[in-house]
């Protein structure tokens, strides 16, 4: 089946620095992505929806120039977490819509763990 | 816009006995009902799913139905087994390509020994 690969699976970083998370679709084209962000025992909470040559569509109450996308390519989404403070810390998953895409099934990655010191 | 309800938000059950799950949709257009697993630390899996021209789906010990006159669907697992220990989500989704997948809030389901 479609595989989703996030990286990094965990990172810890200082307040103030940016982290950068890729999400990959592996054997699969992805004109679309789907960023999710997680708190501890939570649902997934939509963020963003990449689309690939094109900017972003991002929910309502995210902000855009904190949570940088970019859908460069048809197999590569990047998540950017600029300027990250301790309220950032979540756990972070993109999803892929994989073909044939009216059937609208979703394959998520493994998700990424976002610490902020 | 869709709004799912999910019930129980947790729930314990002997391994063994059976669980069900139950979500309710608000969009009486929604006609795709995916169920997702999650474990600790992980993404989140797709198990099973429905569409709304079928009314029960069955695959091994897990199955869905769906009742789209009360605008709510279920997942029943049987025979539960400690690695059934995980957060289940379900959606409601109109299908479309740019449709985004909004998840009900989750049920832990603890299968005791």
């Known amino acids: 089946g479609a595989v989703v690969s996030q990286h990094p699976s965990w990172v810890i970083c200082k307040s103030g620095t940016s982290v950068k998370i890729e999400c990959r679709s592996l054997d699969f084209q992805a004109t679309t992505m789907f960023w999710y962000r997680q708190f501890p025992k939570q649902s997934l909470m939509l963020m963003a929806t990449?689309?690939?040559?094109?900017?972003?569509?991002?929910e309502q109450g995210v902000e855009k120039d904190k949570f940088l996308i970019n859908h460069a390519s048809l197999t590569l989404s990047t998540l950017t977490v600029t300027s990250a403070h301790p309220e950032d810390s979540s756990f972070y998953i993109c999803?892929?819509?994989?073909?044939?895409?009216?059937?609208?099934?979703?394959?998520f990655g493994a998700g990424s763990r976002l610490t902020v010191l | 816009g869709e709004n799912v309800e999910q019930h129980p938000s947790t729930l314990s059950v002997q391994e063994g006995d059976s669980a069900v799950i139950k979500c309710t949709y608000s969009d009486s257009a929604s006609n795709y009902f995916p169920w997702y697993k999650q474990e600790l630390g992980k993404g989140p899996q797709l198990i099973i799913d429905?569409?709304?021209?079928?009314g029960e789906k069955k695959d091994q010990r897990i199955a869905v139905t769906l009742n789209k006159t009360a605008k709510h669907f279920s997942l029943h697992i049987t025979e539960t087994q400690p690695e059934d220990s995980a957060v289940y989500f379900c959606?409601?989704?109109?299908?479309?390509?740019?449709?985004?997948?909004?998840f009900g809030k989750g049920t832990r389901l603890h299968i005791l020994p």
């Open positions: 429905i569409r709304s021209n079928v």
């Open positions: 959606a409601a989704i109109l299908m479309n390509r740019d449709d985004k997948i909004i």
């Open positions: 990449s689309n690939e040559g094109s900017k972003a569509t991002y």
């Open positions: 999803s892929a819509r994989e073909p044939p895409y009216g059937a609208n099934v979703l394959t």
